[in-house]
């Protein structure tokens, strides 16, 4: 279901104006990736999730370890420090680092950081939705029915068929999952989007937020990946 080892949190940044023990009846949004790098689809799905769903507060994680790939392009120190800089006008916006990657450990983690009764929706795209609800684990029933009961989760919508959409097990939570609506510049906007785009030579300042670009070619990442 998850790793041994219980997963933990360490804040980087705390939203400005986020939840705090006085908010009432707190609803926190939590976007979790590689980040690599961030871009303006990113922040564009966080501020509609939070427009949409009346969220109190998003919380960008990124995870130490992944269960399905590590990407070697950047580094984690870069990584977070491109998503400190994204974040940084943002005051609903704040940033930790998880020592485990899979959605039901993040959400574990959560409980001591966040008052009881927090209400946690977890944001992601189709394509990672496809990979939440359908990986393969030890015991799959076990795994979806704890997470759905930690956290809902917000789909931002994108073109093509959803494979888990006709699931039997997943349909049983069909009342926690949710549809974001993004605008349409953004559907296709992704991290691989921006790597290539930096090897090619082409111009990134629109496509990741400010500051984001400038860390790029200072650092020379991605020219080789």
Not at 48 to 66: G, I, M, S, Y
Not at 87 to 111: M, N
Not at 153 to 173: C, N, Q, S, T, Y
Not at 209 to 220: C, E, F, K, L, T
Request: charged share 20%; proline share 7%.
């Amino acid at each position: 279901m998850s790793s041994d080892a219980a997963a933990h949190l360490r804040f980087v940044r705390t939203a400005p104006e986020g939840i705090t023990t006085s908010t009432q009846q707190p609803r926190l949004g939590v976007l979790a990736g590689t980040f690599n790098p961030v871009t303006c689809a990113h922040l564009s799905l966080a501020e509609q999730a939070r427009t949409q769903f009346a969220l109190a507060e998003v919380l960008f994680v990124l995870p130490e370890q992944l269960p399905h790939r590590q990407p070697d392009e950047a580094s984690l120190e870069d990584r977070l420090a491109m998503l400190a800089l994204a974040l940084t006008p943002c005051p609903y916006f704040s940033l930790a680092v998880c020592t485990h990657g899979l959605f039901i450990d993040i959400a574990r983690a959560l409980v001591p950081h966040y008052p009881q009764g927090t209400r946690f929706f977890f944001l992601l795209g189709a394509d990672a939705a496809d990979r939440i609800l359908l990986w393969d684990y030890p015991d799959r029933e076990a795994t979806l029915t704890e997470m759905f009961a930690r956290f809902d989760l917000v789909i931002a919508r994108r073109a093509g068929k959803l494979a888990w959409a006709k699931d039997p097990l997943v349909e049983h939570f069909r009342n926690q999952l949710h549809r974001l609506e993004m605008p349409l510049n953004y559907q296709s906007l992704s991290s691989t989007a921006v790597r290539a785009a930096v090897r090619r030579g082409d111009p990134i300042d629109a496509l990741v937020p400010p500051g984001v670009a400038d860390y790029i070619r200072n650092h020379q990442l991605y020219l080789n990946s």
